[in-house]
């Protein structure tokens, strides 16, 4: 079996729409998983690199959320558009793409790459 | 927002009854995910440790399969009775449960604990 240089989860719980808190679902969580695996797949990085949605990741202000593995990076309101930039900068380079990470992540603290 | 010392994720991935493939969810991939979630609550673990629902893991012929990171040690074939065992050895005690570990893992090689 392949060992996942890095391994990617998009919350993509949904809830009833009358809940407040509201869902990554609702925000986009199904688009933004589905654009994730595409990019992977045309980059070739299959068996490298996975993309999986996940249930709630109890980040629901921030949605919708990725959080990426081994170095466990959160980022938060990320939309379809910005996946290039967190595949190209963080997947393949190894760069925190800072302008998504969701605050205070003490682990990251002074991190550049990971 | 916490930092979280270990991640398992659970496939609950659901394909129709018909597809020979099989599914997570065919094989109580739900019930696992709610045992897990209960006994780390009742561990007092939240905040720590979080289980969370998974689409597909491509581990379909070892389901129910589970991944734990940040080590990424994938456990298949994975019932609920199994998991106060792999949370008091694995997950409090850093210990690979060798039963239950999908075979071929060349970053466990020689491992016993992570």
Same mark, same amino acid.
């Given at each position: 079996?392949? @060992?996942?240089?890095?391994?990617?989860?998009?919350?993509?719980?949904? $809830?009833?729409? *009358? #809940?407040?808190? /509201?869902?990554?679902?609702?925000?986009?969580?199904?688009?933004?998983?589905?654009? @994730?695996?595409?990019?992977?797949?045309?980059?070739?990085?299959?068996? $490298?690199?996975? *993309? #999986?949605?996940? /249930?709630?990741?109890?980040?629901?202000?921030?949605?919708?959320?990725?959080?990426?593995?081994?170095?466990?990076?959160?980022?938060?309101?990320?939309?379809?558009?910005?996946?290039?930039?967190?595949?190209?900068?963080?997947?393949?380079?190894?760069?925190?793409?800072?302008?998504?990470?969701?605050?205070?992540?003490?682990?990251?603290?002074?991190?550049?790459?990971?």
């Amino acid at each position: 079996m392949p @060992f996942l240089e890095r391994h990617l989860f998009i919350c993509t719980n949904r $809830r009833d729409p *009358a #809940n407040p808190k /509201g869902s990554c679902a609702a925000k986009g969580g199904e688009a933004l998983k589905d654009r @994730f695996k595409k990019e992977l797949h045309d980059l070739g990085l299959k068996g $490298r690199v996975r *993309a #999986n949605a996940a /249930g709630c990741l109890d980040q629901c202000e921030h949605g919708c959320s990725v959080v990426v593995y081994p170095e466990q990076v959160w980022y938060g309101k990320v939309t379809p558009d910005d996946v290039p930039e967190i595949i190209t900068r963080h997947i393949i380079g190894g760069e925190i793409v800072e302008r998504l990470l969701i605050p205070d992540q003490p682990h990251l603290r002074g991190k550049r790459r990971v």
